[in-house]
């Protein structure tokens, strides 16, 4: 069963990975992280599905915590910075990217690019 908030989402996806070569974009949190790599995740502002189908969005970005920190932090700033291209090549508004956290259970660093975008409903 299709509804606009699952084909907005997935058409979010659609659209960065238009625009980021080299890192897999999921539509979806993975389950296991594949670093690099962008996923199209629900919003942890508080806010989900607002008012006229508005829907707000967490694009994670995340790149593996096996290196250096140095190393870690340019792969970081570098995939955030093609991702918040991507996303206003998409024709979207990025949000102010949250502070890195480590998600050492997974082996990655992850920082979180809140967008919001128009589902086709009301």
């Given amino acids: 069963m299709s509804n606009p908030y699952t084909d907005t989402r997935q058409e979010v996806a659609v659209m960065l990975a238009t625009y980021l070569t080299g890192v897999t974009v999921y539509e979806a949190a993975p389950h296991t ?40 932090a340019t792969n970081l700033e570098q995939l955030v910075y093609d991702t918040r291209q991507a996303i206003w090549a998409a024709g979207l508004t990025p949000g102010e990217v949250s502070k890195p956290e480590n998600l050492s ?18």
């Fill in 33 to 72: 992280v594949g670093a690099p790599c962008v996923a199209v995740m629900f919003s942890d502002s508080g806010q989900w599905i607002a008012t006229m189908g508005n829907l707000y969005l967490s694009i994670g970005c995340f790149v593996s915590n096996s290196a250096d920190n140095a190393t870690v």
């Fill in 105 to 122: 259970d997974m082996g990655a660093i992850v920082a979180f690019i809140p967008i919001m975008v128009r589902a086709d409903c009301n």
